[in-house]
């Protein structure tokens, strides 16, 4: 991550994928890539570390199509080394053509807050960094 400035939430593999597609921007795999029209929820938690002392915020938002999206931000806060905490919500967004796109953002105010996965140790699965889950929306 870069301290103060804009990191984009990667995705690494896929589990299940119905319209939804995980695109790259060229560089890695960030955009939540919409195959048809229409009102979506995504949903999303991420773990988020701090790897040093004193205590810092995670700003995260939600860009469309390469544009940050007004009143999408949360900040969250983690306060000492090892500490950890799960931000999760979830957004109501519209694709009004097929192919629109969302990334997730985020930004921190030390360069020792990540998003970090953790390997599977005894009976614990491994933690991911990140999970994501899109639904269409609809009646």
Same mark, same amino acid.
């Given at each position: 991550p870069v301290t103060n400035a804009e990191n984009l939430m990667i995705f690494g593999s896929t589990d299940i994928a119905q319209g939804v597609s995980i695109v790259t921007n060229g560089t890695a795999l960030t955009r939540i890539t919409l195959a048809r029209a229409g009102v979506y929820n995504i949903q999303f938690s991420a773990q988020i570390a701090k790897l040093n002392a004193g205590?810092?915020?995670?700003?995260?938002? #939600?860009?469309k199509n390469g544009?940050? /999206?007004?009143?999408?931000?949360?900040?969250?806060?983690v306060a000492g080394n090892?500490?950890? !905490?799960?931000?999760?919500w979830n957004?109501?967004?519209?694709?009004?053509?097929?192919?629109?796109?969302?990334? #997730?953002?985020?930004?921190?105010?030390? /360069?020792n807050v990540i998003l970090q996965a953790v390997a599977a140790a005894g009976v614990?699965?491994? !933690?991911p960094s990140i999970i994501l889950t899109v639904v269409p929306v609809g009646a």
């Open positions: 205590n810092d915020n995670c700003f995260i938002y #939600l860009k544009v940050a /999206v007004a009143a999408s931000a949360g900040d969250t806060r090892g500490d950890r !905490i799960m931000a999760s957004y109501v967004v519209s694709a009004v053509v097929p192919g629109d796109y969302y990334e #997730l953002a985020w930004a921190s105010t030390d /360069v614990v699965p491994s !933690i």
